[in-house]
Structures are given as structure tokens and as C-alpha cells.
């Protein structure tokens, strides 16, 4: 009895673990409040596959306290606009949809630029969505983005050249 009970708190331990990560990429604490804004000015990637192509504009979010925030609280982005996260090195954390109004594709993408895995996330969802492989970047877009531009798991972006560090 002792034993399962010992499982059973174990188990529930690493659940919370793993919904308190949410944006967390591990460099500290997830904090319930964030404060940090995401960088305004916006740079534009290219996403192909065979030959669709399509261009988003991005939000880079490159520190922990951007990737914390995301695209939470906003209530609208333009159709070919996004959000890109940058990591420091190779993760493999999941995202949630706390406090996230509006529908997205999130998909996680290799170090070496294929898109590996495309979640169609839902608002205000805290499902922890996490990919089944490692990734270095993750972008946001509106949800039915890649669908509407003939893309999808396998499609290569090509980031921009001077993109920040990821901290």
C-alpha cells in the first residue's frame, strides 16, 4: 500500500513538473506572472517544401524571459505573421497555451532548419505539447497557417542571418 502510494506521489510530482515547465527551457523558475515583453521588431523567414514557399514575419523571442512570455495576452496577429523561438542548444521542453487567446500552429524545428513537428494548439489550452525529438527553434504562427501554404513536417526555413543570440 505504502508502495503505490510512494508511486503514485512520485508520479504526480513529475505532472506538476512538467505543466509548471510550460515555456520553461530550463535556465530557471517559470514564473506565473511574467513581466517581460517579446522584441518588436519583426524579421521575415522562409518556409519550403517542394514548391510551396512562404514568408512570415517573426517576433524573435531569444531569452528566457521572451520565450516565458510568448504570444500570450494578445488577442490578434496578422495572417503571415509569427513568433520564433530561439534556444541556446538542442531541447526538447514542451509548450502550453496558457493564457494564449489565439489558435496556433506551433511547430518545432531542427538545429538544421526542417520543421520535425506541428502541433494545432488551442487557446487557453495547458496541454503541455511536447515533441517526440529534439529541436533549437520553435514558431508560432496562426493555426491552419501551414495547411493554407501546402506545408508541413519535412518543409525547410531558412532563418535570417543576423538573428540574436539565444540566451
Known sequence: MKAGLAVIA???VFLVGIVFEGRNDGDGPASATPTATSTAAADQILVQQGDATAAVAVE???TFAQRQVG?????EMSEDAGMLFLFPRDVQYGFWMKDTYLPLDIAYISASGEVVQIFAAKPLDETVLVPATQYRYVLEVNQGWFQRHSLGVGAQVTLPTDLPSAE
Open 10 to 12: 512520485l508520479f504526480v
Open 60 to 62: 524573435i523571442a531569444a
Open 71 to 75: 504570444l500570450m495576452n494578445r488577442r
